[in-house]
T-cell receptor
């Protein structure tokens, strides 16, 4: 039972354009969502998060949007840079459940120069 | 801030031996640490939740006698893979919880690549 899904295994965009990574979830108890970036053979790096009381959070080039009714969130990167090429994982947690994170399968982003 | 280290970064061992992996939070105290496992091109799978001073909570299907977890202090958790077999070869990653903006956020270590021959 995949509670957090990233249906696009890969995404390719041109440098300078917008990258949009999508994530869907099924558990309505999730109230905190995070995006992590991961390079091969390294641990994930925290990028940005959003609480369920908000529908948007912005940090520099990264913006996360949350649509609770659709159980959908997305990460926008603009402008995209070649250094953004990595695997992006979305994760969700139910704050009342020990802070355990449930991860999506990841989306590999390639930003072409 | 919120730096997590892991040691070793890579280990190769013979089948039947035990391997210990350390996870440290360097600039904060973490009452809760998590251990994950990642197979190639797959997502991170939570193995167990480690709480300082108490027994770890293991996810379904994870053998607690196989993967021993000790959380002796607020900055150190260890995972010991006992009697390792080739199928235990994987990428093991720990994380430590740190409050950020009123919410607990997990910060990850760099991972440990285990290869069992």
């Amino acid at each position: 039972d995949q509670q957090v899904k990233q249906n696009s295994p890969s995404l390719s965009v041109q440098e300078g354009r917008i990258s949009i990574l999508n994530c869907d979830y099924t558990n309505s108890m999730f109230d905190y969502f995070l995006w992590y970036k991961k390079y091969p053979a390294e641990g994930p790096t925290f990028l940005i998060s959003i609480s369920s009381i908000k529908d948007k959070n912005e940090d520099g080039r990264f913006t996360v949007f949350l649509n609770k009714s659709a159980k959908h969130l997305s990460l926008h990167i603009v402008p995209s840079q070649p250094g953004d090429s990595a695997v992006y994982f979305c994760a969700a947690s139910d704050s009342g459940n020990t802070g355990k994170l449930i991860f999506g399968q990841g989306t590999t982003l390639q930003v072409k120069p | 801030g919120a730096v997590v280290s892991q040691h070793p970064s890579r280990v190769i061992c013979k089948s039947g031996t035990s391997v210990k992996i350390e996870c440290r939070s360097l600039d904060f105290q973490a009452t809760t640490m998590f251990w994950y496992r990642q197979f190639p091109k797959q997502s991170l799978m939570l193995m167990a939740t480690s709480n300082e001073g108490s027994k770890a909570t293991y996810e379904q299907g994870v053998e607690k006698d196989k993967f021993l977890i000790n959380h002796a202090s607020l900055t150190l958790s260890t995972l010991t893979v006992t009697s390792a077999h080739p199928e235990d070869s994987s990428f093991y990653i720990c994380s430590a919880s740190h409050f950020r903006g009123g919410k607990e956020t997990q910060y990850f270590g760099p991972g440990t690549r285990l290869l069992v021959l």
